[in-house]
């Protein structure tokens, strides 16, 4: 069982930056695939990105690679995403998740989730 909090999320200009962070419960950790997906109303859950057990391979979804990096940090059961250049269009309830092994870029292949944390991009 693993338990997931978003944190970071907040109100910030075009153009500004956001790091957000997961934090991990369980000594498990390094042995989970994460993923951040993001969510704006009325509209299905998205892929964002997704980096491996180890963080030595990481996934982006096409149009975020560039602005978006996701990082981790096993000793202190975190995962990040540092968010640049941030456009309106990136607005959204962001998520982290969890998976055993393999990286995946599909939602349900996912199987503990956080509560998510907003993120809102003033134009």
């Known amino acids: 069982q693993v338990q997931l909090v978003e944190s970071g999320g907040g109100l910030v200009q075009a153009g500004g930056s956001l790091r957000l962070s997961c934090a991990a419960s369980?000594?498990?950790?390094?042995?989970?695939?994460m993923g951040w997906f993001r969510q704006a109303p009325g509209k299905e859950r998205q892929f964002v990105a997704a980096?491996?057990?180890?963080?030595?391979?990481?996934s982006y979804r096409d149009p975020l690679k560039g602005r978006f990096t996701i990082s981790r940090d096993n000793a202190n059961y975190t995962v990040y995403l540092q968010m640049d250049s941030l456009k309106p269009e990136d607005t959204a309830v962001y998520y982290c998740?969890?998976?055993?092994?393999?990286?995946?870029?599909?939602?349900?292949?996912?199987?503990?989730w956080g509560q998510g944390t907003q993120v809102t991009v003033s134009s």
């Open positions: 980096i491996s057990t180890s963080g030595g391979s990481t």
């Open positions: 369980g000594r498990t950790f390094s042995s989970y695939a």
């Open positions: 998740a969890a998976r055993p092994r393999a990286v995946a870029v599909v939602a349900g292949s996912y199987d503990y």
